[in-house]
């Protein structure tokens, strides 16, 4: 069984930087890409980001490209997005995932974690 715990988030103000984390655990939870989506108030979930296993190759959606940095430490089974000059339409609950899509769907997801950002 497959479990991911988010935490890191909380209330910033556009232009500050919040690190989110999440820790997963599971068969094969290491050799999976891993990622996060979003979903803001009234909206569909989005894909934000996603981290290969392996040698990592990373992936982004355009609305935060050059401005967040995922990560992962696959000996702790740990996966990060750093979030820089955050705008207050990144506000949202950010989701860790596997195998993450770009439609905003996953083959797993945890309980998400509230980012807002206030103008």
């Known amino acids: 069984q497959v479990q991911l715990v988010e935490s890191g988030g909380g209330l910033v103000q556009a232009g500050d930087s919040l690190r989110l984390s999440c820790a997963a655990s599971?068969?094969?939870?290491?050799?999976?890409?891993l990622g996060w989506l979003r979903q803001a108030p009234g909206k569909e979930r989005e894909f934000v980001a996603s981290i290969t296993w392996g040698i990592p190759s990373t992936n982004y959606a355009a609305s935060v490209k050059g401005r967040f940095t995922i990560s992962r430490d696959n000996a702790k089974n740990m996966v990060y997005l750093q979030m820089n000059s955050l705008k207050p339409e990144d506000t949202a609950v950010y989701y860790c995932?596997?195998?993450?899509?770009?439609?905003?769907?996953?083959?797993?997801w945890g309980q998400g974690t509230q980012v807002t950002v206030s103008s």
């Open positions: 599971g068969r094969t939870v290491s050799t999976r890409n």
């Open positions: 995932a596997v195998g993450p899509k770009s439609t905003g769907l996953a083959d797993y």
